[in-house]
């Protein structure tokens, strides 16, 4: 087995072994080559080749997404490095662990005229957790590992990106044949990392809070499946001072809480307000999809909010009073220890909600019986063709929101990159997703994507991980049909050119090219028809194309929340 002779780049690596890394993404390059030696040289490690960085920092946050557990980055000097930027922002707000380790110039040689030189100290900023810039002194030896035990620390207890960038001089390939070993700990804990136990007296307090609240709203944002223990979810249900909101990625489930947001709370009748604001918000898990649960609570003036976990809280509502950094499961199994509920009926703000939840979904299923086909009943067909027991993967900008106003099936895991919700990376974050789901798992992945999406990220096909059981599927309104539902955005000349970004590309090349199986879809009957079959197991990956008029797909979306203001009003209340 060869090994490099570089004594950082073994450094590095029994770092990554010690923080129990076991995957690692590489792009080739010629700086980095020490590092690709040893990463394929030492025991436990899974080394995939991704060319593309963009792709490959997005390939890993697929990874770290499904495992939960920090994945390496690796690539070469220059502007290799900017390309793993976009992945890095996404992984630092969805709050994804990857270690991002650059090979670079020796310090001397910076800014000296160099190629494929830049600045890489301090790169990415406040976008990653810790940046550690190495030196290649003996002297200093004990130091650097110092420091990378803090770094991959943050990484591991704070959920995030670091970056690792690594001064390497030539020879970059001179060998050996045995690791070089160091004689002091590769890791220690750091105390200082370590999230602090919340004091009795401050839990005290926020337990009479909290059951002194007669009207409290938990809203869950992105969370990983079976995040909420079954005992908790039925605390929920069976209290009647609690509703509950959850969207798409909270991979929440349960008829009495409410999943379509937008679909709810459409028409929201303003002189009602004080019946359905809470007076206490807790929010679990990332980010918000919903534009209007936003805007909503905003304009409700909401007075106390609490977030429950670990992650980094948001203060979306502007109103945000309390952290409690500690596991949701574990606060709310305390809060009903000896708790005796009161009569249902001395409460009306969660009958309320269910009220209007039960109006809406009349609405919304009158509307689906006469819409014409477009990305709304398309998107509808779609999940309600899905198989049971898959990963589901969404990307950004209207098939995460199209998805939102349909009942999410219990048995799916469901995720879209909502950290920074950019349509980079989408595919990518996919496939590195649906290589684990596949390995690890035995589950299907199925991406559901617009066409814009896809077309953005189409080196994300450029490998060789892609499984069989990946199915892609193409919501093709030949551009950007998003904006043609914001707001004032068809009045900006030229629209069709530079916000919607007209075209008449198909994937039936690209498709083939990359060795997918190509099916396409024009009319529901075509559509309902390859459905049937699509996601049955095959030797090769399939890619489902569906075309929608980008003329009417705006269009009806308006109709549908214009329908459910007119044949679903909230009805006034009884006196």
Same mark, same amino acid.
């Given at each position: 087995? @060869?090994?490099?002779?570089?004594?950082?780049?073994?450094?590095?690596?029994?770092?990554?072994?010690?923080?129990? *890394?076991?995957?690692?993404?590489?792009?080739?390059?010629? #700086? $980095?080559?020490?590092?690709?030696?040893?990463?394929? /040289?030492?025991?436990?490690?899974?080394?995939?080749?991704?060319? +593309?960085? #963009?792709?490959?920092?997005?390939?890993?946050?697929?990874?770290?997404?499904?495992?939960?557990?920090?994945?390496?980055?690796?690539?070469?000097?220059?502007?290799?490095?900017? %390309?793993?930027?976009?992945?890095?922002?996404?992984?630092?707000?969805?709050?994804?662990?990857?270690?991002?380790?650059?090979?670079?110039? &020796?310090?001397?040689? *910076?800014?000296?005229?160099?190629?494929?030189?830049?600045?890489?100290?301090?790169?990415?900023?406040?976008?990653?957790?810790?940046?550690?810039?190495?030196?290649?002194?003996?002297?200093?030896?004990?130091?650097?590992?110092?420091?990378?035990?803090?770094?991959?620390?943050?990484?591991?207890?704070?959920?995030?990106?670091?970056?690792? =960038?690594?001064?390497?001089?030539?020879?970059?390939?001179?060998?050996?044949?045995?690791?070089?070993?160091?004689?002091?700990?590769?890791? !220690? @804990?750091?105390?200082?990392?370590?999230?602090?136990?919340?004091?009795?007296?401050?839990?005290? #307090?926020?337990?009479? !809070?909290?059951?002194?609240?007669? =009207?409290?709203? *938990?809203?869950?944002?992105?969370?990983?499946? %079976?995040?909420?223990?079954?005992?908790?979810?039925?605390?929920?249900?069976?209290?009647?001072?609690?509703?509950?909101?959850?969207?798409?990625? !909270?991979?929440?489930?349960?008829?009495?809480?409410?999943?379509?947001? +937008?679909?709810?709370?459409?028409?929201?009748?303003?002189? #009602?307000?004080?019946?359905?604001? &809470?007076?206490?918000?807790?929010?679990?898990?990332?980010?918000?999809?919903?534009?209007?649960?936003?805007?909503?609570?905003?304009?409700?003036?909401?007075?106390?909010?609490?977030?429950?976990?670990?992650?980094?809280?948001?203060?979306?509502?502007?109103?945000?009073?309390?952290?409690?950094?500690?596991?949701? %499961?574990?606060?709310? =199994?305390?809060?009903?220890?000896?708790?005796?509920?009161?009569?249902?009926?001395?409460?009306?703000?969660?009958?309320?909600?269910?009220?209007?939840?039960?109006?809406?979904?009349?609405?919304?299923?009158?509307?689906?019986?006469?819409?014409?086909?477009?990305?709304?009943?398309?998107?509808?067909?779609?999940?309600?063709?899905?198989?049971?027991?898959?990963?589901?993967?969404?990307?950004?900008?209207?098939?995460?929101?199209?998805?939102?106003?349909?009942?999410?099936?219990?048995?799916?895991?469901?995720?879209? =990159?909502?950290?920074?919700?950019?349509?980079?990376?989408?595919?990518?974050?996919?496939?590195?997703?649906?290589?684990?789901?596949?390995?690890?798992?035995?589950?299907?992945?199925?991406?559901?994507?617009?066409?814009?999406?896809?077309?953005? +990220?189409?080196?994300?096909?450029?490998? $060789?991980?892609?499984?069989?059981?990946?199915? *892609?599927?193409?919501?093709?309104?030949?551009?950007?049909?998003?904006?043609?539902?914001?707001?004032? /955005?068809?009045?900006?000349?030229?629209?069709?050119?530079?916000?919607?970004?007209?075209?008449?590309?198909?994937?039936?090349?690209?498709?083939?090219?990359?060795?997918?199986?190509?099916?396409?879809?024009?009319?529901?009957?075509?559509?309902?028809?390859?459905?049937?079959?699509?996601?049955?197991?095959?030797?090769?990956?399939?890619?489902?194309?569906?075309?929608?008029?980008?003329?009417?797909?705006?269009?009806?979306?308006?109709?549908?929340?214009?329908?459910?203001?007119?044949?679903?009003?909230?009805?006034?209340?009884?006196?």
């Amino acid at each position: 087995m @060869d090994y490099s002779r570089l004594i950082l780049s073994h450094l590095v690596v029994q770092h990554c072994q010690a923080a129990g *890394i076991e995957s690692v993404v590489i792009s080739p390059g010629s #700086r $980095n080559a020490p590092l690709v030696m040893d990463f394929t /040289a030492y025991q436990g490690f899974k080394c995939y080749s991704i060319v +593309d960085e #963009r792709s490959a920092g997005f390939f890993a946050l697929g990874i770290a997404q499904q495992t939960r557990r920090p994945v390496a980055l690796v690539c070469t000097s220059g502007s290799a490095l900017v %390309n793993y930027f976009p992945a890095i922002t996404e992984a630092y707000y969805s709050q994804l662990p990857l270690v991002v380790i650059s090979a670079d110039r &020796p310090e001397k040689l *910076i800014d000296r005229g160099e190629g494929q030189t830049i600045n890489q100290k301090n790169i990415f900023g406040s976008h990653v957790l810790g940046s550690v810039h190495l030196s290649d002194q003996e002297p200093n030896l004990k130091y650097s590992s110092d420091q990378l035990k803090k770094v991959f620390k943050k990484a591991a207890t704070l959920s995030g990106p670091i970056h690792i =960038n690594v001064p390497m001089d030539e020879p970059l390939y001179a060998k050996s044949n045995k690791p070089i070993g160091f004689d002091f700990a590769v890791l !220690a @804990d750091d105390q200082d990392l370590m999230p602090h136990p919340i004091e009795a007296p401050r839990l005290q #307090r926020l337990y009479k !809070a909290y059951h002194g609240a007669s =009207n409290k709203m *938990i809203l869950i944002g992105a969370m990983p499946p %079976n995040s909420i223990a079954p005992a908790v979810l039925e605390n929920w249900r069976s209290d009647p001072s609690i509703i509950v909101l959850t969207e798409t990625l !909270a991979n929440v489930h349960d008829p009495d809480f409410i999943s379509g947001i +937008d679909q709810i709370i459409t028409d929201f009748p303003l002189d #009602r307000m004080e019946e359905f604001r &809470p007076d206490l918000l807790i929010s679990l898990g990332g980010m918000i999809v919903s534009k209007r649960i936003k805007k909503l609570l905003r304009s409700m003036e909401i007075q106390n909010h609490w977030h429950i976990g670990l992650e980094r809280p948001n203060d979306t509502f502007f109103a945000l009073k309390e952290h409690i950094n500690i596991e949701p %499961n574990q606060f709310f =199994n305390t809060t009903t220890e000896g708790v005796t509920q009161s009569n249902p009926e001395t409460y009306q703000f969660k009958n309320t909600w269910l009220s209007l939840k039960s109006i809406r979904l009349k609405g919304h299923e009158s509307f689906l019986e006469q819409a014409p086909y477009s990305d709304f009943t398309v998107h509808h067909t779609i999940l309600a063709h899905l198989p049971d027991h898959i990963n589901l993967q969404l990307a950004n900008s209207a098939s995460i929101r199209y998805a939102q106003l349909f009942e999410a099936n219990p048995t799916h895991a469901a995720y879209c =990159n909502r950290g920074t919700s950019g349509i980079e990376g989408s595919m990518s974050t996919a496939i590195g997703a649906a290589v684990v789901a596949h390995e690890t798992h035995k589950r299907e992945t199925i991406f559901i994507t617009g066409d814009l999406s896809f077309f953005y +990220d189409l080196n994300a096909l450029w490998q $060789n991980y892609t499984p069989s059981s990946l199915r *892609i599927i193409i919501v093709n309104n030949h551009g950007g049909g998003i904006f043609r539902i914001l707001p004032g /955005a068809k009045q900006i000349a030229p629209f069709e050119t530079f916000l919607e970004t007209t075209h008449a590309r198909n994937a039936s090349l690209m498709a083939r090219e990359f060795g997918f199986e190509y099916f396409e879809a024009h009319n529901k009957e075509s559509l309902t028809s390859i459905l049937g079959s699509f996601f049955n197991q095959s030797s090769a990956p399939r890619i489902l194309e569906i075309f929608t008029p980008s003329t009417l797909n705006d269009q009806v979306l308006n109709e549908y929340f214009d329908y459910l203001k007119e044949n679903a009003r909230i009805a006034a209340p009884k006196h």
